[in-house]
C-alpha cells in the first residue's frame, strides 16, 4: 500500500517536472516570438481559462457537448448492440446485413458533415446525428466480435439444462460478450468526441468546438487555447469513465 | 448446415443494398423533386466529376497532404518511440507530454493551425501529422519494449553497441507493431484531412486551396448539389478503403512471418 502511494507520487512528481520543462520551452519561445496573437505566454493563457472558468462559459459549452455526446452514444448503443447480438447469433442475418455495414463503415462520419448540413441544418441534430454515426461502427463491429468468441460450451451446457434461447442470450451471451462490448465503447466514445468538435466547429451555434472557431475568428488566443484543453480534458475524463466501467463490470477481462 | 458456395454468399449479401437502392430511388422518384438525391443522378454525376477531372484532382491533393504529414509523423515519432521504448528513463520523462496531448483531437488544434499557419497546406499538413503522431508514437514505443528479452541479451553478450542492437534487433522485431500503427494512422489522417478542409472551406468563406473536403463544403454552400456531395462521400469511403487494404498487402508482403 505504502510502496504503491510512493509510486503514484513518484511519478506525479515526474509528470510535474516534465509538464514545468514544456511549459519553460513554450514561455520562452512565446517571449521569443513576442506576439501575443500567435502564441500568448503561459499566464495569460491560464488567466483566460481562469476568467472563462469563473463566467462559467468553459464549462456552459462543455456541458453542451457532453450531453450531446451522451444521447449519441445511448442513441448509437440502442441501434448497435440489439443489431449486433442478432448478427452474432444468426450466421445468415449477418450475411444478409455486414456488405451494407461494411460500405458504409469507411464513410468518415465527418463526410457526413456537408450532407448532415444541408438536411439537419444548423442546431442539436447535426452533430448527435454525425456522433451516433461514429460511435455506431466500433460498437456493432464489437458486439459481434464478443458475441463470437463466447465459449461454444456455455450455450451448449445452458441448452442442455433446458434453459430458453432468450434467457441463453441474457444471461449467457451478454455477459460473456461484455468485455469486447466495453471495449469497443471505448473506441466509439473516443471516436465520437473527436467527431463533436469537426460537428460543432462547423455546424452547431454551441458547444466547445463552437467556442474554440468563435474566439479564432475574435483572434482571442488565450480562450481558444482553453477551450482546447478543456476538449482534451473532458476527452481524458470520458475515456477514463469507460476504462472504470470496464473495470468494474468485466474485471476478470481488465487486466490486460 | 449446407456450405454455400462464394456466389450465392454474394447474393445474400448484395439483397439488402440493392433493396435500399430501389427503395431510395422509388422515393425519390415520387418526391420529384430536380434537387433531391437519388442513385441513377449520382452515378450521373460521378461520371461527370470523374470526367472533368475536378474529382481525382481534388483527391490527389489531399493525399498529398495526408503523405506530407504522415512523413512529418513518422520523422518524429519513430526516433522518438524506439528511444521511449529502448529507454525507461526517457520514456519516464517523455510520456507526460504525450499522453497530456492525446485526448486532445486533431481537429480541435485546426483554429490554431490557422492562425499559424494560414488556410493553406501547411495547416493541413499540421493536422495530420499530429493526428498520425499519437497512434505512430503509441505503437513503436509498444513494439520497442517487446522486442524478446533474449534476443537483446544475446546482442548485448555478442557486444553489440546499444545503437547497432536498436538497428539490427530492435527496429526488425518492433516492425509489425510500428505497421499496425502506420495503418492506424493512415487512417486517422485521412479522417482528419476531410475534416480540415471542410473547416477550412467552411470557415476561410471558401478561399480556394482545394481538397476533397473544400469540394464538398462548395457543394453544399455555393452550388447546393447534393448528388456531387454524396459522390465526395463515396470517394472518401472508396479511398478509406483503398488506403487501409493497400498498406495492408504490404505489410503482407514485405513481412510474410507477421500474422495480421
Redesign the interface.
Known sequence: MTSAWLRHAG?AG??L???AV?IGVWWLIALWTANP??LPTPPVVLDAAIGLARDLELFHHAGISLGRMVISITLASLLAVPLGLAMGLSP?FE??????IE??????G??????A??IFGIGNALPVFIMTYAAFFPIVLGTVLGVRTVDRRLIDAARTMGVPQRTIVTRVVIPAALPSLLVALRVGVALS??AV??AE???APSG??YG??W???L?M?PQ??S???M???I??IC?AGVRWLNRHFTPWAAAR | MARDSTWSRWGTGLVLPLVLLLTWEAIGAMLQSPRTPVPTKIIAAAGVLIASGDLPLAILQSLGRVFGGLMVAVAIALPLGLAMGNSRAVERNVDPVVETFRPIAAIAILPLAILWLGTGTAAAVMIVAYAAFFPLIVNTVAGAKNVHPTLLQAAATMGLSRFTIIRTVVIPAALPSIFVGLRIALAVGWTAIVAAELAVGAKAGGGGSGGIGQMMFIFYAYSIELNRIIVCMIAVGLIALVLDRGLRALMRASMPWVKS
Open positions: 511519478s515526474v509528470y517536472r516534465t509538464m514544456f496573437i500567435l445468415r450475411r444478409i446485413v455486414d456488405p451494407t460500405v458504409l463503415r469507411p464513410i468518415s465527418i463526410a457526413w458533415i456537408p450532407l448540413l444541408f468526441w473527436t468538435v469537426a466547429l462547423i455546424g466547445l468546438g474554440v472557431e474566439y479564432r475568428e483572434l488566443t481558444v487555447m477551450f482546447i484543453a476538449i482534451g480534458v476527452g481524458y475515456d
